[in-house]
């Protein structure tokens, strides 16, 4: 059983760092109070095609890292009370 609580613990941290780092390379995503005003439409190519992009991919892995990091704090909160 210590094993594999170390082994799920290295896990946890490498993907703690991962998950930091990624939130930490994303841009802003709101515009604020100027698009209210503005009326900026989201009905373009570059909205339609986001998921492509390096934003739009760094948030899809921000998001699966994140998963993985609320999974791996229940398995650690199960093993750590065995």
């Known amino acids: 059983m210590e094993i594999a609580r170390t082994i799920v613990t290295v896990i946890y941290f490498i993907i ?3 998950v930091i780092i990624l939130a930490l390379m994303q841009s802003k995503e709101d515009s604020g109070l100027s698009s209210t ?8 190519f570059y909205e ?7 934003e739009g991919k760094l948030k899809r892995w921000t998001v699966i890292n994140s998963i ?3 999974v791996l ?3 650690l ?6």
């Open 37 to 44: 005003i503005t009326g900026s439409s989201t009905n373009n």
């Open 16 to 18: 703690a760092v991962a």
């Open 77 to 82: 909160g199960i093993l750590y009370m065995a």
């Open 73 to 75: 704090t229940v398995v």
């Open 48 to 54: 339609k095609n986001k998921s492509r992009t390096k």
């Open 68 to 70: 993985i990091f609320a």
